[in-house]
Every structure is written in C-alpha cells, then in structure tokens.
C-alpha cells in the first residue's frame, strides 16, 4: 500500500508517520501533485494557524488538487478543519469539502482545549472495534460546527462535530496518532477503508 502524508509545512508529521509505521506501513513525506494522486490513501495533517496553513497551500498548489483526490483521505486536527468552507481562524476560505464551519470556542471554557476528551454518537467504518464515549487527545481552540457530514461528537462547553465524512473526505479533530491503543485502531481502520463513491 502507499500511503502519503501531505507535506506542506504545518503539521505533527513525524508522529503521524510513527504511528502508521508501527502498524507495518512506510509513509511517504510529500508535497508533490503526482506522488500524492498515485497513493492508496492520503493524510492531510496540520498543526498550526488556519491562514498561514492555507496560504502554504496555495502556493504549492495543493489548494485545488486535495479536493478533487478519490482515494480515501484523512485529515487530522487543522487539516479536517481546512477541508471545511470557513473558518474563523484568520477570516480563512477552506476547500469546502465539508459543508460546514469553523468557529472559536467562547471564553466561558479554557482554550485551547488540551488534553483527553469523549468522542461519541460514533457513524463511519472510521470507528470500527471503537465504543462509544472513548477517549481521544485533542489540542484546539477552534471547532467545526455539526452538519450532515458529522460523524462523531464532542462537549466541550458546546457540542461540536469532532469527526467529519464526505465521501472519501474523512476528518477527525483530535489526534489519533497521540491517543493510545484506541486511536492506533481508528489509522488501522483508515487503512482498510475502500473508496467511496
């Protein structure tokens, strides 16, 4: 299988890679139009702030190409929230893969959120093997909100949507390549997934 991680300068990569190697798969580093359309499956990471995250897609190009790949693609944290129309994080036009919206949690919580939160009301093959109200690590000031598309949730001070699926588009807010046992079964799932139509 050849998976590639999008290697555009804003993300956790290396632990990404990590993850996917102690589940027997060599992850490719890349930023390149060619290599990452002739993956199996692609992950779309980011850590960072969401307009300067945009702007080194933009001038690599990969803002046009990410929302037309067919593979299964996975984005994790700031990169599930770029697949999403906007965000309000640096007034940021996303790729608009997922129909929905990025807000900034309100000061009634601390922020960013940091730490092991619940996913819950769990709906994708992404979960397979995973129980409902299991634990996942997060880092976050900005949430996507619920649409369609939601595939798992989060309270924190509000219900947010912290899994989204549009198609092939996975994405998921917390970062599964830091939360343990549960998390490695959610990339080994991901690994699995067959292109959706």
Request: net charge negative; aromatic share 10%.
């Amino acid at each position: 299988m050849k998976l590639v991680i999008i290697n555009y300068g804003a993300g956790n990569i290396k632990s990404i890679q990590f993850a996917f190697k102690r589940l027997g798969v060599d992850a490719v580093l890349s930023n390149n139009p060619e290599e990452i359309l002739a993956a199996d499956k692609v992950v779309f990471p980011g850590v960072g702030e969401a307009s300067s995250a945009m702007q080194m897609l933009k001038e690599s190009g990969l803002d046009t190409l990410i929302p037309t790949l067919k593979q299964p693609v996975l984005g994790i944290c700031l990169g599930m929230q770029l697949l999403c129309k906007h965000s309000e994080e640096g007034d940021t036009e996303g790729l608009g893969v997922f129909q929905t919206n990025v807000k900034r949690f309100s000061n009634d919580v601390k922020v960013p959120q940091m730490g092991w939160n619940v996913i819950k009301d769990l709906k994708s093959d992404l979960f397979k093997g995973i129980k409902e109200n299991e634990y996942m690590y997060l880092v976050h000031s900005y949430y996507a909100e619920h649409c369609n598309e939601t595939i798992a949730k989060t309270d924190y001070g509000i219900n947010y949507a912290s899994a989204l699926q549009h198609n092939n588009f996975y994405g998921v807010q917390f970062h599964p390549e830091k939360s343990g046992i549960q998390g490695q079964k959610i990339l080994e799932n991901f690994l699995k997934l067959e292109v959706k139509s």
